[in-house]
């Protein structure tokens, strides 16, 4: 029979919901697809360079590698801006140790824990107000 790929993978014959059908003949495009959806589904330059199918743009996005290995290693985009270098990421913020080196990314210095947090994981870094006094 024929193999089916739906959003959540191959099946055999058909989709269970019927939707997002793409007949498969080769292996290749299993492959392709679901590449491009995980690349798509990394929202950090560390998680999406730790996959050698994906690469983090110059817009802060992951996407799929086009042409192999290093494809789009320093090519130029449609719009002519060249994107970062594969594993350029910058440091995390909780491998930050210094106020300083701290506040110079997009993260925030708690001075009462002497720790750096990702401005947006703030709520969820302290969820019970742990952090009394915070530099930006």
Same mark, same amino acid.
């Given at each position: ?25 080769? &292996?290749?495009? *299993?492959?392709? +697809?679901? =590449? ?7 929202? %950090?330059?560390?998680? /999406? ?36 270098? &594969?594993?350029? *990421?910058?440091? +995390?913020? =909780? ?7 701290? %506040?110079?990314?997009? /993260? ?29």
């Amino acid at each position: 029979g024929n193999c089916v790929w739906c959003s959540e993978g191959c099946h055999s014959e058909k989709c269970p919901q019927r939707k997002d059908v793409k007949v498969v003949r080769d &292996l290749n495009q *299993c492959l392709e +697809s679901e =590449s491009n959806e995980i690349c798509k589904n990394l929202h %950090t330059c560390d998680g /999406c360079s730790s996959l050698d199918k994906c690469w983090w743009n110059s817009e802060k996005q992951c996407t799929e590698k086009k042409g192999g290995v290093g494809g789009n290693n320093n090519e130029s985009e449609e719009g002519g801006e060249r994107k970062e270098p &594969l594993g350029h *990421c910058p440091v +995390s913020c =909780s491998a930050r140790d210094s106020c300083a080196n701290c %506040t110079s990314g997009l /993260c925030m210095w708690c001075h009462n824990q002497q720790m750096c947090v990702d401005r947006n994981a703030y709520l969820a870094s302290f969820p019970y107000g742990q952090c009394m006094d915070w530099t930006t």
